[in-house]
């Protein structure tokens, strides 16, 4: 009898990990064309749903590296910035890793040690990174690190859209200054020879 209560309860939280996933990978379509603070408490509001546990702590770093956005949510829904200010300067050490891994830490809202596991985003952690921490002894386990991992990803994925196309962006308008104000006269032409475009010169 226990055997078959443990088979029907290993088949139910697979069932709930596969479900979970398909979620997950759908993130990156969900997020497109939002910004850092949307992805911040997005990322961090989805992954509280996902896991068992107290909270998730998400920094985004800026496509230029010069500024970072954060964002934290409990299961009881989006942290106040003054909590995570306090999550900030606690997780300092885990912000800049660049590998996934695990760590304890006295819990700065209450009693209890946390089990933290830090997944960066994007390639050496570029993007920025997230934090999971649960007062489980075990946490993570294998469908904590899977879940956290293809969240992330969906994150990075959208970042590096976004930096992408912000480069595109960038470029096409450097090439415009340099056409217009040009010394000499430029001009593009079409597969005819009739003149597209030219600067002042």
Same mark, same amino acid.
């Given at each position: 009898?226990?055997?078959?209560?443990?088979?029907?309860?290993?088949?139910?939280?697979?069932?709930?990990?596969? $479900?979970? /996933?398909?979620? @997950?990978? &759908?993130? #990156? !379509?969900?997020? =497109?064309?939002?910004?850092?603070?949307?992805?911040?408490? %997005?990322?961090?509001?989805?992954?509280?749903?996902?896991?068992?546990?107290?909270?998730?702590?998400?920094?985004?770093?800026?496509?230029?590296?010069?500024?970072?956005?954060?964002?934290?949510?409990?299961?009881?829904?989006?942290?106040?910035?003054?909590?995570?200010?306090?999550?900030? $300067?606690? /997780?300092?050490? @885990?912000? &800049?890793? #660049? !590998?996934?891994? =695990?760590?304890?830490?006295?819990?700065?809202?209450?009693? %209890?040690?946390?089990?933290?596991?830090?997944?960066?985003?994007?390639?050496?952690?570029?993007?920025?990174?997230?934090?999971?921490?649960?007062?489980?002894?075990?946490?993570?386990?294998?469908?904590?690190?899977?879940?956290?991992?293809?969240?992330?990803?969906?994150?990075?994925?959208?970042?590096?859209?976004?930096?992408?196309?912000?480069?595109?962006?960038?470029?096409?308008?450097?090439?415009?200054?340099?056409?217009?104000?040009?010394?000499?006269?430029?001009?593009?032409?079409?597969?005819?020879?009739?003149?597209?475009?030219?600067?002042?010169?």
């Amino acid at each position: 009898m226990d055997i078959s209560r443990a088979s029907a309860d290993d088949s139910q939280a697979l069932r709930r990990c596969v $479900r979970e /996933l398909a979620a @997950l990978s &759908t993130l #990156s !379509a969900v997020w =497109s064309g939002r910004d850092l603070p949307q992805i911040a408490a %997005g990322l961090s509001g989805v992954l509280c749903r996902s896991l068992p546990v107290e909270f998730v702590f998400v920094r985004l770093n800026s496509a230029e590296g010069t500024t970072a956005v954060e964002a934290g949510s409990s299961p009881d829904g989006a942290l106040s910035a003054e909590r995570v200010e306090i999550l900030s $300067r606690s /997780l300092e050490p @885990l912000v &800049t890793t #660049s !590998a996934t891994h =695990s760590a304890t830490m006295p819990s700065p809202f209450g009693e %209890g040690a946390l089990q933290l596991c830090a997944t960066p985003l994007g390639f050496g952690g570029d993007c920025g990174v997230v934090i999971a921490a649960s007062l489980q002894p075990d946490f993570p386990a294998a469908t904590d690190r899977l879940m956290l991992s293809v969240a992330g990803n969906q994150a990075a994925i959208v970042l590096q859209q976004q930096r992408s196309e912000a480069r595109i962006r960038r470029n096409e308008q450097e090439l415009a200054d340099f056409f217009e104000n040009a010394t000499v006269g430029l001009h593009s032409a079409g597969p005819d020879g009739t003149i597209l475009r030219a600067n002042q010169a």
